[in-house]
T-cell receptor, first 116, second 112 residues
């Protein structure tokens, strides 16, 4: 299993500013993902954070708006840039441990972002 | 587009009753997973069923998968107030990506 923490847990930001969200895992993991959950909605995958290389973005998400870093096997950051009220969401990171079992992802508690 | 579609969108039951949630999807899958989310918090993995499995149990949870109908159901037996949460199905299509596509979720309320 893996325990995932995220910082900050919530924030209220002004439009036009940027926020960096940190995701820390208590053990090394193979893959890390970033999701967005808009109010009352389901989760949408933003990107796969690749260790040592550029993130892989899903359709509708671009690096300039959501730059992602993954410097090692336990840590990743997501930046929400030039924010607008439409970016108000919960942002969650998830990780896939080196467990040998397929696909059981562990999720962080999420970062609740409100843009005013 | 959304891979998984859950129904009902919301379900309210009395404690002790069983709760059934359904999920449909559109493309071939490697596996299907169910997650629980309490009140806007992180997701907790409940159960995974592979495409070659038809039924799986874990405690009070029973999941079925019908790949011919591209559908799955989650049954929670003898529900408790603590089961109140949103439940999401998520499909993994494979090809080594491990990416999950989530359905819209069912909001379950268990009334004490």
């Amino acid at each position: 299993s893996a325990v995932i923490s995220q910082k900050p847990s919530r924030d209220i930001c002004q439009r036009g500013t940027s926020l960096t969200i940190q995701c820390q895992v208590d053990s090394q993991v193979t893959m890390m993902f970033w999701y967005r959950q808009q109010p009352g909605q389901s989760l949408t995958l933003i990107a796969t954070a690749n260790q040592g290389s550029e993130a892989t973005y899903e359709s509708g998400f671009v690096i300039d708006k959501f730059p992602i870093s993954r410097p090692n096997l336990t840590f990743s950051t997501l930046t929400v840039s030039n924010m607008s009220p439409e970016d108000s969401s919960i942002y969650l990171c998830s990780a896939l441990p080196f467990s040998g079992r397929i696909s059981e992802q562990y999720f962080g508690p999420g970062t609740r972002l409100t843009v005013t | 587009s959304q891979q998984g579609e859950e129904d009902p969108q919301a379900l309210s039951i009395q404690e002790g009753e069983n709760a059934t949630m359904n999920c449909s999807y559109k493309t071939s899958i490697n596996n299907l997973q169910w997650y629980r989310q309490n009140s806007g918090r992180g997701l907790v993995h409940l159960i995974l069923i592979r495409s070659n499995e038809r039924e799986k149990h874990s405690g009070r949870l029973r999941v079925t998968l019908d790949t011919s109908k591209k559908s799955s159901s989650l049954l929670i037996t003898a529900s408790r107030a603590a089961d109140t949460a949103s439940y999401f199905c998520a499909t993994e299509t494979g090809a080594g990506s491990y990416q999950l596509t989530f359905g819209k979720g069912t909001k379950l309320s268990v009334i004490p």
